[in-house]
């Protein structure tokens, strides 16, 4: 149980930036993007991740290996390497209140067949979870794979082969209050009985991250199916970019930085890309 909390945890901050709407076309097809000017020495990069996806799909091209290499820091929304901080996301995945006293009767018969058709797992055997936990449990299970990659992770173990240090543009702490804000529990319950919409709308999101096509990713994570809201957009994704657009210049005003951030974080007036251009630097994608 220990080491399902543990992996939920990390995967639970790394999948709901999947739900949340670009409001902006990006013209350019690139994930990597180059920060500079404005008296830096050295530019810095920003990549958007996606969050999960199956190994055959999973690629690190060349361009972003290069930048990699480059930079002095790594710098991902959460610092995965930090015991505490991986004790803290562990720790909000559990629940003093189980799922069985917390849901409706209607709403725990509907999770436990969802969960027992979609998975073979009786809802009972997660009753300490959360509904966060719980349904980034049940994300996972959409892809039609059991090897699943992950960019952060990737970059987190390429930082340490290369012996470079990490930083993160918020705390666990700060991201349970984001999510807290963002969803409702009836948000949730929601979002896990769309299992079958989930997995039908991720073949075409993959295709598309992967052909690194900002412009088409957002019209796919506007797609209803998703279920993002006015709100959730405010807490998940305007209010932290605005905090990361204040964190980025100073992180990176002496070294060189890798940002790695969820690619629905990058376009749009509010998206982090504007707000950089909005402060004076030059952002240019980085095509090979």
């Known amino acids: 149980m220990k080491s399902l909390i543990s992996t939920l945890a990390v995967i639970a901050t790394l999948l709901f930036t999947i739900h949340l709407k670009a409001q902006e076309k990006q013209a350019t097809k690139s994930l990597l993007w180059e920060i500079s000017g404005k008296g830096l020495t050295n530019p ?3 990549y958007g991740t996606i969050h999960m996806m199956c190994e055959p799909d999973f690629n690190i091209k060349d361009k972003t290996k290069k930048a990699f290499e480059k930079a002095e820091e790594l710098v991902m929304e959460l610092n995965f390497t930090d ?5 803290e996301l562990q720790k909000s995945m559990t629940s003093p209140i189980p799922l069985s006293k917390k849901l409706s009767p209607a709403q725990y018969k509907l999770l436990d067949s969802v969960l027992a058709l979609k998975t073979g797992i009786p809802l009972k055997t997660m009753d300490q979870l959360t509904l966060t936990a719980l349904s980034s449990f049940v994300i996972t299970k959409t892809l039609p794979c ?3 990659k992950s960019y952060e992770f990737e970059f987190a173990n390429l930082a340490k082969k290369q012996q470079k240090p990490f930083g993160a543009l918020e705390t666990v702490k700060q991201q349970t209050e984001y999510f807290s804000n963002a969803f409702t529990d009836d948000m949730l319950v929601e979002q ?13 999101m993959i295709e598309t991250y992967k052909a690194e096509d900002l412009n088409r990713l957002d019209k796919i994570l506007k797609d209803k199916r998703f ?3 006015k709100e959730s ?3 998940m994704l305007q209010i932290r970019n ?18 790695a951030v969820g ?12 707000l950089l251009k909005a402060q004076g630097y030059t952002v240019k994608p980085i095509l090979n």
């Not at 015991?83 to 004790?87: G, L, Q, S, Y």
């Not at 896990?192 to 073949?203: E, G, L, T």
């Open 146 to 148: 059991t090897e699943i």
């Open 242 to 259: 605005a905090n990361w657009a204040k964190q980025i210049p100073e992180m990176m005003r002496n070294k060189s930085c890798f940002f």
């Open 233 to 235: 957009d405010k807490w």
């Open 263 to 274: 690619a629905g974080h990058l376009p749009g007036k509010k998206g982090i890309l504007s």
């Open 192 to 204: 896990i009985a769309n299992f079958d919409d989930y997995k039908s709308v991720f073949v075409e």
């Open 227 to 229: 279920g993002s809201t």
């Open 83 to 87: 015991p505490a901080e991986i004790a």
């Open 44 to 46: 810095s990069y920003i």
